[in-house]
């Protein structure tokens, strides 16, 4: 889908409406629009309680603010919504789209309820690639859609609130001026990424305390250290800088004087420069949501339906003499296959004539190997017991150290504030992992880093809820070796 020449980007937070319109052409900033938003419209999770009070507030606001434009590109802020990188092989891009749908389906988040999801491929390793990809349940973008559309409104575009911060802090400190830890802070969640070299290295989600007003020297002491050592470790030789965001500037602020203490990063807020007291700064992600799909700024996602994927790949075309020339290269190996297979069939014509004299000498060694065969089978069976239990276990030697490796291996991804109560091993098929964490984003976390050991194909989540104050989880491992597919195009 192309991108609408204008359009208004729509963050609804829990206490206002944040509209703010593009410049078109020069990627700035044209206008800046709030209006209050009653508290009993949006639940605590981000979704819609009350459809017809949502398009009541929004033809409110629309007509109070004067806005004339109805194309709005609406950022979703909700925890049924999600931001993944995920480690995936080279693959063609219809094969890409579904392991990326197929991936998201495991979440417990969506197991009764279609994902609305979109991707983009964030950078090659080697025989892999890094895709980040967003999803959200189709039952919550539904209500927002009926109520815009119920206001005269039309949505062009759904992006999510852990991009769209991000790209309102980089709108102030452009990450091709260094490298940079990005920090969101939200009601009761804490987002970090790590941007090198203009690429998303890595995301992570905290779960902050259920509580009214947190305090953000709680937050730079107890949640800030752990998740910016855990993205900062992507890039172990890089000394970034810390840019921090909320949804009031206020926020930032405090969190960035608490952190000075515990961070050992140069701390920037996600504001300009030169700040006017009179003049009202939209939040980083209302700021985002106007520079959606901007080809100068950061990636973006689209969950609408019917679109195609926001990464597209070459096309690729030969000319005639082209084709020629390619299919007369691949005959050289069909050609060298058929030769192989000639002299290998004259062998064995050879080989038939001296058939008769090597049956005598085939014979001997059979009897000898038979001779051999029953000595070794007296000795085994004058083995003491407790040599035969040994002898038994001998060849189980190498799946026992195969799985005391993995163990070593959970011992380093396994998250500070997370644990592995149990583990079930079926000898070279799967594991099974119990455990809980503190925070869903940990437990996700440690699916991702169990999903790039080596020897591990596949990782499903096939339980994660909450429990009390933690996250219990149940990951299925399987176990292999991974193969490389196709390459992209």
Not at 407 to 412: F, Y
Not at 419 to 448: H, K, N, P
């Amino acid at each position: 889908m192309k991108t609408p020449t204008s359009f208004v980007g729509l963050y609804i937070a829990g206490d206002r409406i944040e509209a703010v319109l593009p410049a078109n052409g020069d990627g700035s900033i044209e206008e800046t629009y709030t209006y209050p938003l009653p508290p009993e419209i949006l639940t605590e999770d981000g979704t819609v309680a009350d459809v017809a009070e949502l398009s009541a507030v929004l033809k409110e606001a629309w007509k109070a603010l004067g806005l004339r434009e109805k194309k709005v590109v609406l950022i979703l802020n909700s925890r049924q919504a999600i931001v993944r990188l995920v480690r995936l092989p080279h693959l063609p891009l219809t094969q890409l789209h579904h392991a990326i749908l197929s991936e998201a389906e495991q979440f417990a988040l969506f197991r009764n309820d279609t994902p609305l999801v979109d991707y983009f491929v964030a950078s090659e390793d080697g025989d892999f690639i890094w895709v980040c990809y967003g999803a959200a349940a189709e039952t919550l973008v539904q209500p927002f859609d009926q109520a815009l559309k119920a206001a005269g409104l039309k949505m062009v575009g759904i992006d999510l609130v852990q991009l769209a911060g991000q790209r309102g802090m980089a709108y102030y400190h452009p990450p091709e001026e260094y490298q940079w830890i990005g920090v969101m802070l939200l009601p009761q969640r804490l987002i970090v990424t790590s941007w090198l070299e203009n690429r998303l290295t890595a995301v992570r989600e905290l779960v902050l305390p259920e509580r009214d007003n947190i305090s953000m020297e709680l937050v730079a002491l107890n949640y800030l250290p752990d998740a910016v050592r855990s993205v900062a470790g992507s890039n172990p030789n890089s000394s970034p800088q810390l840019i921090i965001g909320a949804q009031r500037i206020e926020d930032a602020r405090d969190l960035a004087a608490h952190a000075e203490a515990h961070i050992k990063l140069p701390i920037r807020i996600a504001e300009p420069a030169d700040v006017d007291p009179s003049v009202e700064l939209p939040s980083c992600v209302a700021l985002g949501a106007a520079l959606w799909k901007r080809s100068d700024s950061f990636p973006s996602f689209n969950l609408m339906q019917g679109k195609g994927s926001t990464f597209e790949l070459p096309t690729i075309s030969f000319s005639a003499d082209g084709l020629k020339d390619l299919a007369r290269s691949a005959a050289v190996p069909a050609l060298a296959g058929l030769l192989v297979v000639s002299v290998m069939a004259g062998a064995g014509f050879v080989m038939s004539g001296r058939t008769k004299e090597s049956v005598g000498s085939l014979k001997m060694k059979l009897a000898s190997a038979e001779a051999e065969r029953d000595g070794l089978r007296q000795q085994v069976d004058q083995t003491p017991p407790e040599q035969e239990v040994l002898h038994q276990w001998i060849p189980h030697h190498t799946e026992t150290k195969f799985a005391a490796d993995m163990v070593s291996r959970m011992r380093n991804i396994v998250p500070e504030d997370a644990w592995v109560s149990r583990i079930y091993y079926i000898s070279g098929q799967e594991m099974r992992l119990q455990g809980a964490a503190l925070s869903q984003t940990s437990c996700l976390y440690f699916a991702d880093q169990l999903g790039a050991v080596d020897t591990v194909t596949q990782v499903r989540i096939l339980r994660l809820e909450k429990q009390g104050s933690s996250y219990a989880f149940e990951l299925q491992a399987n176990l292999g070796r991974k193969q490389k597919t196709e390459l992209l195009p």
